[in-house]
């Protein structure tokens, strides 16, 4: 995908900065620089005149343009333009100016002087963002497209742990699976860059993994089929680095330009991200068009999730709102249910819950054949489901218990609570909505 950029930039000297390294970005290409609000707005009225996709996917604020104050011009493009990803650079690049331009509209603030990796992130950040505003528009009000052919970029999504052994790698395995079912075309990558398990779970031995890629300035589709093991399932495969120590080539920008360019070659995109957050996986939750973040039913856990959630927004990475989590193991019987981890974390819950059945996974797991997972199996008929909930694939077949009644039911304000001594749960230094410590040590 090649993005185009209208630089808005009054002062000369911040042109020429800009510039310079606007031409220095791979797959970047910038339009005519204006010099001030009015002609920034005239000339995004003829680009867009014929239809979006004329629009550039990022345009650059300078702080100074003018005659407009720079706030009022990114509200303006936000408004009028809202699938164009608005950075504005500004000298004093601090939180309360940030929080300022965020209200605004905009996708990201860069200092000024500009640097290199910085304005990389932000413009591939604003990009990515624009792009999936653009599918959905293109896909009318029944939802995205959903990655099929003629669509501008694939669909990524995050797979994230709020703690260690709470199933993360199972759930991104078979998210994965359902949609290959289905007949997507389907790259798994494993973001846990030193200590990612896809391979174990899929029963791969491969040399390549995505630490081949960083450090690559132009993937191309050779380089890239190159790096990505072809599964038997039909999974396309780009693994974490057998030595964990080379997960420290992959930062922010390697991230980006990678999970980039396996979008414009697949569908959907199954990233699992783990359960620590390096910058590497942080630009995927960032960049995601669905992040699911993956906790149990029980206190330590959902109190995991919900420090993952507030570490997401410091960091701004990810807003609570825009943030999907899923309850693995859960019990009817369990205190913590799925409408008060709602609550606690502030994220939308899935409506499809995953029954804590481990028997049922034992053998798939001991054998590293994931894939071999019964298909009568209470685990993958939930995950299946989960996997149609989320647009990734249809509904998985056989989802009914011999009585008739749903397995799986959709959780809401008015799904099903805890015990009666839910009210302990909230309360007190050991209640899931508390701010205590991390509770005990964290299964691996």
């Given at each position: 995908m090649t993005i185009r950029i209208l630089p808005a930039l009054?002062?000369?000297?911040?042109?020429?900065?800009?510039?310079?390294?606007?031409?220095?970005?791979?797959?970047?290409?910038?339009?005519?620089?204006?010099?001030?609000?009015?002609?920034?707005?005239?000339?995004?009225?003829?680009?867009?005149?014929?239809?979006?996709?004329?629009?550039?996917?990022?345009?650059?604020?300078?702080?100074?343009?003018?005659p407009a104050p720079a706030l009022e011009v990114v509200r303006e493009v936000a408004l009028r333009f809202p699938a164009t990803g608005v950075v504005l650079l500004s000298a004093e690049a601090g939180p309360a100016l940030y929080a300022a331009a965020m209200d605004c509209g905009a996708r990201g603030l860069a200092a000024l002087p500009p640097s290199y990796d910085e304005l990389g992130a932000r413009v591939q950040a604003a990009a990515h963002w624009a792009t999936g505003v653009r599918r959905h528009l293109d896909a009318g009000?029944?939802?995205?497209?959903?990655?099929?052919?003629?669509?501008?970029?694939?669909?990524?999504?995050?797979?994230?742990?709020?703690?260690?052994?709470v199933g993360t790698t199972v759930v991104a395995v078979q998210l994965a699976l359902a949609a290959?079912?289905?007949?997507?075309?389907?790259?798994?990558?494993?973001?846990?860059?030193?200590?990612?398990?896809?391979?174990?779970?899929?029963?791969?031995?491969?040399?390549?993994?995505?630490?081949?890629?960083?450090?690559?300035?132009d993937i191309s589709p050779r380089v890239l089929q190159d790096a990505v093991f072809p599964h038997p399932t039909g999974l396309g495969l780009l693994l974490a680095p057998a030595e964990g120590e080379r997960g420290e080539e992959i930062g922010d920008p390697a991230s980006r330009q990678i999970t980039a360019a396996l979008r414009r070659r697949y569908p959907l995109v199954v990233a699992d991200c783990g359960t620590q957050i390096t910058a590497a996986g942080a630009a995927v939750i960032e960049t995601a068009?669905?992040?699911?973040?993956?906790?149990?039913?029980?206190?330590?856990?959902?109190?995991?999730?919900?420090?993952?959630?507030?570490?997401w927004d410091r960091l701004q990475i990810r807003k609570a709102e825009d943030t999907m989590t899923v309850v693995n193991r859960h019990t009817r019987s369990a205190e913590v249910q799925p409408a008060l981890i709602a609550r606690t974390t502030g994220t939308r819950v899935a409506g499809t819950v995953v029954p804590a059945a481990y028997k049922e996974l034992r053998a798939a797991v001991d054998s590293g054949r994931m894939q071999d997972l019964d298909a009568r199996s209470s685990v993958r008929q939930a995950l299946w489901t989960l996997a149609g909930e989320?647009?990734?694939?249809?509904?998985?077949?056989?989802?009914?218990?011999?009585?008739?009644?749903?397995?799986?039911?959709a959780i809401g304000p008015g799904g099903p609570g805890g015990s009666g001594r839910t009210g302990a749960v909230t309360g007190g230094s050991g209640a899931v909505g508390g701010d205590g410590g991390t509770g005990g040590a964290e299964a691996t």
């Amino acid at each position: 995908m090649t993005i185009r950029i209208l630089p808005a930039l009054a002062d000369p000297e911040t042109a020429r900065a800009v510039g310079g390294l606007l031409a220095q970005l791979p797959g970047v290409e910038p339009l005519r620089t204006v010099g001030d609000s009015t002609a920034l707005l005239d000339a995004l009225s003829v680009l867009g005149a014929t239809s979006v996709s004329g629009l550039p996917e990022v345009v650059l604020v300078h702080e100074g343009l003018g005659p407009a104050p720079a706030l009022e011009v990114v509200r303006e493009v936000a408004l009028r333009f809202p699938a164009t990803g608005v950075v504005l650079l500004s000298a004093e690049a601090g939180p309360a100016l940030y929080a300022a331009a965020m209200d605004c509209g905009a996708r990201g603030l860069a200092a000024l002087p500009p640097s290199y990796d910085e304005l990389g992130a932000r413009v591939q950040a604003a990009a990515h963002w624009a792009t999936g505003v653009r599918r959905h528009l293109d896909a009318g009000p029944g939802g995205a497209k959903g990655g099929g052919p003629g669509a501008a970029d694939g669909r990524l999504v995050a797979v994230v742990g709020a703690k260690g052994g709470v199933g993360t790698t199972v759930v991104a395995v078979q998210l994965a699976l359902a949609a290959r079912s289905a007949g997507h075309e389907v790259v798994l990558v494993d973001m846990d860059l030193q200590s990612g398990d896809v391979a174990s779970y899929l029963d791969v031995r491969f040399r390549r993994s995505v630490a081949d890629l960083a450090g690559i300035s132009d993937i191309s589709p050779r380089v890239l089929q190159d790096a990505v093991f072809p599964h038997p399932t039909g999974l396309g495969l780009l693994l974490a680095p057998a030595e964990g120590e080379r997960g420290e080539e992959i930062g922010d920008p390697a991230s980006r330009q990678i999970t980039a360019a396996l979008r414009r070659r697949y569908p959907l995109v199954v990233a699992d991200c783990g359960t620590q957050i390096t910058a590497a996986g942080a630009a995927v939750i960032e960049t995601a068009d669905l992040a699911l973040l993956v906790t149990t039913p029980d206190v330590v856990s959902v109190r995991a999730a919900k420090r993952m959630v507030r570490l997401w927004d410091r960091l701004q990475i990810r807003k609570a709102e825009d943030t999907m989590t899923v309850v693995n193991r859960h019990t009817r019987s369990a205190e913590v249910q799925p409408a008060l981890i709602a609550r606690t974390t502030g994220t939308r819950v899935a409506g499809t819950v995953v029954p804590a059945a481990y028997k049922e996974l034992r053998a798939a797991v001991d054998s590293g054949r994931m894939q071999d997972l019964d298909a009568r199996s209470s685990v993958r008929q939930a995950l299946w489901t989960l996997a149609g909930e989320l647009g990734l694939a249809g509904p998985a077949q056989g989802a009914r218990p011999a009585d008739g009644r749903r397995r799986h039911r959709a959780i809401g304000p008015g799904g099903p609570g805890g015990s009666g001594r839910t009210g302990a749960v909230t309360g007190g230094s050991g209640a899931v909505g508390g701010d205590g410590g991390t509770g005990g040590a964290e299964a691996t």
